[in-house]
Nanobody, 123 residues
Framework: VQLQACGGGLVQAGGSLRLSCTAS????????MGWFRQVSGKERKIVAA????????YYTDSVKGRFTISRDNFENTVSLQMNNLRPEDTAVYFC???WGSGVLTNRNRYSRWGQGTLVTVSS
């Protein structure tokens, strides 16, 4: 499967962005999907994740109440709506896919990664 992420950009603090990730190839509707972010020189960390059916989600504490992950298994897309953005949200955001059983937060499960999209939040 190939993952194509888009939607990043420059926004002022308090603003919103919506990231989208489109999958092609291997069945999307059986994959758990995650959004990760990485600041230069630091570890890539999970931001949010959603299971294959869309009924289980995970958010890291710092984005709870501000970010919403969703998916459309007919359109093969997963989205991350980001509201009330903060300068500390600045990072390259990656979507990723995982198949098989396991917890959403296990980064090692994610075997396919998108190319990353840059989100910059100015203060």
């Amino acid at each position: 499967v190939q993952l194509q992420a888009c939607g990043g950009g420059l926004v002022q603090a308090g603003g919103s962005l919506r990231l989208s990730c489109t999958a092609s190839g291997r069945p999307f509707d059986s994959a758990d999907m995650g959004w990760f972010r990485q600041v230069s020189g630091k570890e890539r960390k999970i931001v949010a994740a959603i299971n294959w059916s869309g009924d289980i989600t995970y958010y890291t504490d710092s984005v709870k109440g501000r970010f919403t992950i969703s998916r459309d298994n007919f359109e093969n897309t997963v989205s991350l709506q980001m509201n009330n953005l903060r300068p500390e949200d600045t990072a390259v955001y990656f979507c990723a896919a995982a198949w098989g059983s396991g917890v959403l937060t296990n980064r090692n499960r994610y075997s396919r990664w998108g190319q990353g999209t840059l989100v910059t939040v100015s203060s």
